[in-house]
């Protein structure tokens, strides 16, 4: 009761005690009143209740309906998401660990440095295979700086001077054979000089080769160079894919040998399904076939394409093994357990309503239509699922209406269809 009632039955009560009802106690004619006006109260707000003014308003809906699609005919197969490509990342040249970027579950990109070895005494080589190419340049008559190594032996000092006493030994033999003829000199004489002609081509040939060997020598020099130079570059430590760091296997200040493992790196996208499917199925899979995948916990469908099949049933269980590229929003993770539906034939009808018609309570599927301006909820039995439609096997049929994103909505509640 309101408080002005309170107040009004409280005024009857004192007039009453005034006028000394006689027969009648106090206590029993309040009763009587309270019972009175809480009836009232009572009454009038059932009234209200039942289509007064202050009746509640229709729940606005909309509704779709149930439609016969091409679903496609599936095959079932049960497997585990395997990382695309996974690597152990390893230094190339030995030293102490001076610096790493990256840890557990960092994303890295190819290219990006992760880790750097001390490069200090690499710089040290590079400069002494510098000054070692700067020599053998000098000996071949080259400027110590340049990068064209290419020089004429003829036009080298060495050649030169051993060609100036093979042409003069020669121009004195030729001229002793003449006097010989002639009988100025002895026979002896012509003999003498033959063999310092001859002396005089060894080491011309000698010449020539010393120049072809200092070639030789420039040329290890460079690649010496070329050499340091890498391995200076290769201090610094390369991611070599896309991906994220599954392990730290090393630390700051600790040294290394050539080939010790720095990381290892796993590629996230795409993801790579390795699943079973059974001999008698195994005849209608193929590459390039669709497969829709699900996993524990995740109520998003992902799509792939089947890419690679086992030319081989394994006789142990009689299983064909499949592998299918699944594209990763982020969500997806190496080593969980999904569930492939591998759509075999696209052409084959299903009736199906959208993902959104459908609501689960207590592990009981079912949607709500409209009948007679009222939500009314109908049990399903469902099938094979896609990122929109779910089949439906039975409890529903064919151009009914179904509403949309339901909500709370109960059974017995009134509804409004807008388009």
Request: with cysteine; hydrophobic share 40%.
């Amino acid at each position: 009761m309101t408080d002005s009632k309170l107040a009004r039955l409280r005024a009857k009560l004192q007039r009453m005690s005034r006028t000394r009802i006689y027969g009648i106690g106090v206590p029993l004619v309040l009763a009587a009143l309270f019972f009175t006006s809480c009836k009232s109260d009572y009454q009038a707000q059932q009234r209200q209740g039942q289509g007064g003014p202050g009746a509640a308003a229709a729940r606005q809906v909309r509704t779709t309906a149930v439609a016969e699609t091409p679903f496609g005919e599936t095959v079932t197969a049960n497997g585990t998401l395997a990382a695309y490509d996974q690597t152990t990342v390893s230094v190339k040249v030995p030293g102490r660990v001076r610096v790493i970027s990256v840890d557990l579950g960092s994303v890295v990109s190819r290219g990006q440095v992760i880790a750097n070895v001390d490069s200090e005494d690499y710089r040290l080589r590079v400069q002494q295979a510098e000054a070692s190419l700067a020599q053998a340049r000098a000996r071949l008559g080259l400027s110590p700086e340049g990068e064209d190594d290419r020089v004429d032996p003829e036009q080298t000092a060495t050649v030169r001077q051993a060609r100036a006493v093979l042409d003069e030994a020669r121009f004195n033999r030729d001229r002793a054979a003449r006097l010989v003829e002639q009988g100025v000199i002895a026979k002896a004489e012509f003999d003498s000089a033959t063999s310092l002609f001859k002396v005089a081509e060894g080491r011309y040939q000698d010449a020539y080769e010393e120049i072809r060997n200092r070639q030789g020598v420039l040329a290890q020099r460079r690649s010496e160079l070329a050499l340091a130079r890498q391995q200076l570059k290769d201090t610094n430590v390369l991611a070599p894919l896309d991906g994220i760091v599954q392990e730290k296997r090393t630390s700051v200040g600790e040294y290394l040998a050539a080939g010790a493992p720095v990381v290892n790196i796993v590629r996230m996208d795409p993801l790579r399904l390795r699943a079973q499917v059974p001999e008698r199925e195994s005849q209608v899979i193929r590459t390039g076939q669709d497969v829709r995948v699900t996993v524990e916990g995740d109520t998003n469908v992902y799509l792939g394409k089947i890419m690679r099949l086992s030319p081989v049933i394994a006789e142990q269980n009689r299983m064909l093994v499949v592998e299918a590229d699944v594209r990763n929003n982020g969500k997806l993770r190496p080593g969980s357990f999904a569930h492939a539906e591998i759509v075999t034939n696209d052409a084959k009808m299903a009736v199906t309503v959208p993902n959104s018609a459908i609501v689960t309570f207590a592990g009981i599927e079912k949607v709500i239509v409209v009948q007679n301006g009222k939500a009314l909820e109908k049990p399903i039995t469902t099938g094979r699922r896609n990122a929109e439609f779910t089949e439906i096997v039975s409890g529903i049929g064919v151009g009914e209406k179904v509403i949309v994103d339901p909500g709370n909505l109960q059974s017995g509640q009134a509804v409004e269809v807008i388009e």
